[in-house]
């Protein structure tokens, strides 16, 4: 059965901090593929990352970067240097034919 | 170029009434994504079709649901009838390959009364 974890139900910080939002995946599947999703405000999902599980190469974009570790089923994401806009819900997901969502992680980020 | 379309945007009804969830796919995608989200339940894909074809609606919670995708740019889902606790927003998502990114529409949001 796959499954996505994301044991942080809500996090606040404070503009400028860096923040990591932890994503734990279980699949028995050799072959699959992880996601990022923002959900603002506003209600639209917005796709951030699609990663396959044979590229660990951890990933890059402007604030926003990605971990890949499969020895630990985790793709955790990290923005740095926080800003107000950045709050929203973010989702991970797996995907074999099969997409399957975490609960979301509530990102907060005051001025 | 246009993303997902959905419609309606917002549909309030009154139980035991039919519902229908309208949705248009990018053009060129040929995998169409239904999706359900509550508070309770998070997002929970509903169903899912590859080349109009559904693949896996293991997710339709209920015989009220159906779906369907008549041509490779509109499908439709449908309860009927519909009841108090099927309140949710509804989004439909479309992408060029299974495995690949899926791009999401605004979503419906039901409320049935």
């Known amino acids: 059965a796959q499954k996505v974890t994301q044991a942080q139900t809500e996090i606040s910080v404070v503009e400028k901090e860096d923040v990591t939002l932890d994503c734990v995946y279980e699949t028995r599947d050799t072959t699959y593929y992880l996601f990022w999703y923002k959900q603002p405000p506003s209600g639209e999902l917005v796709f951030l990352i699609r990663?396959?599980?044979?590229?660990?190469q951890n990933e890059i974009s402007g604030r926003y970067s990605w971990n890949f570790q499969k020895s630990t089923s985790s793709f955790n994401f990290t923005i740095t240097a926080s800003q107000v806009v950045d709050s929203a819900v973010y989702f991970c997901a797996l995907n074999n034919n099969d997409m399957r969502f975490g609960a979301g992680t509530r990102l907060t980020v005051k001025p | 170029d246009a993303g997902v379309i959905q419609s309606p945007r917002h549909e309030v009804t009154e139980m035991g009434q039919e519902v229908t969830l309208r949705c248009k796919p990018i053009?060129?995608?040929?995998?169409l994504f239904w999706y359900r989200q509550t508070m309770m339940r998070g997002l929970e894909l509903l169903i899912y079709f590859n080349n109009n074809v559904p693949i896996d609606d293991s997710g339709m919670p209920e015989d009220r649901f159906s779906a369907k995708m008549p041509n490779a740019s509109f499908s439709t889902l449908k309860i009927q009838p519909s009841e108090p606790r099927d309140s949710a927003v509804y989004f439909c998502?479309?992408?060029?390959?299974?495995?690949?990114?899926?791009?999401f529409g605004p979503g419906t949001r039901l409320t049935v009364l």
């Open positions: 990663r396959n599980s044979f590229d660990e």
């Open positions: 053009s060129g995608h040929n995998s």
């Open positions: 998502a479309s992408s060029n390959l299974l495995n690949n990114e899926q791009f």
